[in-house]
């Protein structure tokens, strides 16, 4: 069988965790499987001899030589003339690469953290739909694994999109949809092959090297030889979208409340935070009990390391659903539905907080809810175990089988 996957990347680590996971499960219930990744990140990043699949070039030349005669022709001249003028290009072997093994694919599966949604440029909306509908063509089946869907509001693009939206998926087999809130949105356009599901890393079994890698990898995560270890994950998104000072403020309180309470605090990236990790730990960098981790943990060092604390704070939605997997709680520092939702599955709800927003006592909310936390600690984990449970008695992959057959 081979499988085609779109969606991910490996500069997100949430991505790079949602692929990795994929791929797990694919192959454990799978002997026979060929599996082409086509990565929205640079494709040469992936050496051919380090993971168990084939990388596809897939982005606008590749889709323009797979739509006809006419485009094909001007997608090789393009390639042929900046080859000539020695200009940066891609390869003519790599465009042609997509559609020359379209009519191999027997199912495409997308793992898109959020890709379909007016709050992204229309191209990057179209091309989703254009992959969806180049499968279609040749018969692969498609399934829309666990995501964030809309809002759709396209401006003078309105009609267009939406019935475009409709009229692709419509011919999908399969859609899950993370939030409520995102299957209602399709609902509305009439798409009714959608299911509300949790994010899929919840629902995969422990990751085995070896459906992944052809060497063992090795794992590199600091080891923390403190206790009463918290960890600080913060996202640079939440300093955008809301006010930058006042974000940091109450990232500093946090911090200064925790110290307080005799906690080694750690503050670290789960994907491109590096500099908000810096600027909060700059008012700290004279206590002993405030460490700044600066190396870069793939999905898989994450795992592991997040092992070592009782509890996180984080805003990068891929940083608590990896805790929760490993059973740690968190006080989840987020601004959208998506975060609320994930929480409410785990009967961790009273631990969310919107610091974008405009309440100001959010800060003493939130000390609040980590002493809350500090003394609960063993009891939300075990609600944390309740929660993976249900989701794990459910699971999209039972219902991607059936598709698949």
């Given at each position: 069988m081979n499988v085609m996957i779109t969606g991910a990347q490996f500069s997100n680590k949430g991505a790079q965790s949602l692929l990795f996971n994929l791929m797990n499960q694919l192959r454990e219930y799978y002997n026979d499987i060929t599996i082409y990744y086509m990565p929205l990140d640079d494709y040469t990043r992936y050496p051919h001899d380090v993971y168990k699949f084939e990388v596809v070039y897939g982005r606008q030349p590749a889709l323009d030589y797979a739509k006809g005669m006419t485009s094909r022709f001007v997608t090789t001249i393009k390639a042929a003339v900046k080859a000539l003028l020695q200009k940066k290009h891609i390869p003519l072997q790599d465009i042609k690469?997509?559609?020359?093994?379209?009519?191999?694919?027997?199912?495409?599966?997308?793992?898109?953290?959020?890709?379909?949604?007016?709050k992204w440029d229309i191209k990057i909306n179209r091309r989703y739909l254009e992959y969806i509908e180049n499968a279609k063509k040749y018969g692969s089946k498609v399934i829309l694994m666990p995501q964030s869907f809309g809002p759709f509001?396209?401006?003078?693009?309105?009609?267009?999109?939406?019935?475009?939206?409709?009229?692709?998926?419509?011919?999908?087999?399969?859609?899950?949809?993370?939030?409520?809130?995102?299957?209602?949105?399709?609902?509305?356009?009439?798409?009714?092959?959608?299911?509300v599901s949790p994010d899929l890393v919840l629902q995969?079994?422990?990751?085995?090297?070896?459906?992944?890698?052809?060497?063992?990898?090795?794992?590199?995560?600091?080891?923390?030889?403190?206790?009463?270890?918290?960890?600080?994950?913060?996202?640079?998104?939440?300093?955008?979208?809301?006010?930058?000072?006042?974000?940091?403020?109450?990232?500093?309180?946090?911090?200064?409340?925790?110290?307080?309470?005799?906690?080694?605090?750690?503050?670290?990236?789960?994907?491109?935070?590096?500099?908000?990790?810096?600027?909060?730990?700059?008012?700290?960098?004279?206590?002993?009990?405030?460490?700044?981790?600066?190396?870069?943990?793939?999905?898989?060092?994450?795992?592991?390391?997040?092992?070592?604390?009782d509890f996180i704070v984080a805003s990068r939605y891929h940083a608590v659903v990896h805790a929760y997997k490993e059973n740690i709680p968190v006080i989840i520092l987020g601004w959208a539905v998506k975060y609320q939702e994930l929480a409410e599955l785990m009967n961790q709800e009273r631990y969310v907080f919107d610091i974008t927003g405009t309440d100001f006592g959010v800060s003493e909310k939130i000390i609040s809810a980590i002493d809350m936390m500090d003394d609960h600690v063993l009891e939300e984990k075990s609600r944390i175990t309740a929660g993976l449970d249900i989701i794990r008695k459910n699971s999209c992959f039972e219902k991607c089988r059936e598709v698949i057959g």
């Open positions: 690469k997509y559609y020359r093994i379209l009519p191999q694919i027997d199912v495409l599966i997308d793992i898109s953290g959020y890709q379909l949604s007016s509001e396209y401006g003078s693009f309105q009609a267009d999109m939406e019935q475009q939206i409709t009229r692709v998926l419509k011919k999908v087999d399969l859609i899950f949809a993370r939030e409520h809130e995102g299957a209602t949105l399709l609902q509305k356009l009439g798409i009714e092959n959608v299911e995969a079994d422990a990751v085995k090297w070896e459906n992944i890698f052809y060497d063992k990898p090795e794992i590199h995560c600091p080891f923390l030889e403190t206790k009463n270890n918290i960890g600080i994950i913060p996202n640079f998104q939440t300093f955008e979208h809301g006010n930058s000072e006042n974000v940091l403020k109450i990232y500093q309180s946090i911090v200064r409340h925790l110290i307080s309470k005799g906690k080694n605090v750690y503050i670290f990236r789960h994907s491109a935070d590096i500099n908000v990790c810096k600027k909060i730990y700059e008012g700290f960098a004279d206590e002993k009990n405030v460490y700044l981790i600066e190396d870069e943990l793939d999905c898989l060092d994450y795992a592991e390391f997040i092992k070592q604390f």
